[in-house]
T-cell receptor, first 113, second 112 residues
Framework: DVKVTQSSRYLVKRTGEKVFLECVQD?????MFWYRQDPGLGLRLIYF???????EKGDIPEGYSVSREKKERFSLILESASTNQTSMYLC????????????FGDGTRLSIL | GQQVMQIPQYQHVQEGEDFTTYCNSS?????IQWYKQRPGGHPVFLIQ?????EVKKQKRLTFQFGEAKKNSSLHITATQTTDVGTYFC????????????FGTGTKLQVIP
């Protein structure tokens, strides 16, 4: 079974802090994704990566950056956290073949005070 | 950009009743996937539809992909309490790398 592990289940940070969310997958998947989930808005794609050191903007990249230095790890960075970034963050991975399903981590519930 | 809407946003049904959620895209899709998220859990892949007009079944769940490949539906027959959760569709545009756009989700509550 694919295992996608997010470093924290719950996280509380302060406005203006730099926040790192880590995601690791153990299936040698080429593609990795970061979403945020908010009530009534579904899952919105922040960034994705289809290879090491490659990244593509999703639908809501503003205020975020990402890093993919190793194939198994995809990090989401909030450069200067703001209260409107309080949300559930979900990481996912999929294999390189098109049409493959995404496998999700358990999510990080991030609160920015 | 591409938008994928789902209706209804919420649905309460009595156990044993049927349930349907509809997914509508603003653009033509190359395929559509369906996911289920249990309360407190993460989305889990259910199925993928690729062909125009395709219908697939998983026990009590029936999935359809529209002829124009812009809409899809999930129908659950005789709901059970284990069906509780939020159902998401996710559509991929032609040529869109691995990026999919998730729908807004339908939250299903089943009353025993």
């Amino acid at each position: 079974d694919v295992k996608v592990t997010q470093s924290s289940r719950y996280l509380v940070k302060r406005t203006g802090e730099k926040v790192f969310l880590e995601c690791v997958q153990d299936m040698d998947h080429e593609n990795m994704f970061w979403y945020r989930q908010d009530p009534g808005l579904g899952l919105r794609l922040i960034y994705f990566s289809y290879d090491v050191k490659m990244k593509e903007k999703g639908d809501i990249p503003e205020g975020y950056s990402v890093s993919r230095e190793k194939k198994e790890r995809f990090s989401l960075i909030l450069e200067s956290a703001s209260t409107n970034q309080t949300s559930m963050y979900l990481c996912a991975s999929s294999s390189g073949s098109i049409n493959q399903p995404q496998h999700f981590g358990d999510g990080t519930r991030l609160s920015i005070l | 950009g591409q938008q994928v809407m789902q209706i209804p946003q919420y649905q309460h049904v009595q156990e044993g009743e049927d349930f349907t959620t509809y997914c509508n895209s603003s653009t033509t899709l190359s395929n559509i996937q369906w996911y289920k998220q249990r309360p407190g859990g993460h989305p889990v892949f259910l199925i993928q539809l690729v062909k125009s007009g395709e219908v697939k079944k998983q026990k009590r769940l029936t999935f359809q992909f529209g002829e124009a490949k812009k809409n899809s539906s999930l129908h659950i027959t005789a709901t059970q309490t284990t069906d509780v959760g939020t159902y998401f569709c996710a559509g991929r545009n032609s040529g869109g790398y691995q990026k999919v756009t998730f729908g807004t989700g339908t939250k299903l509550q089943v009353i025993p």
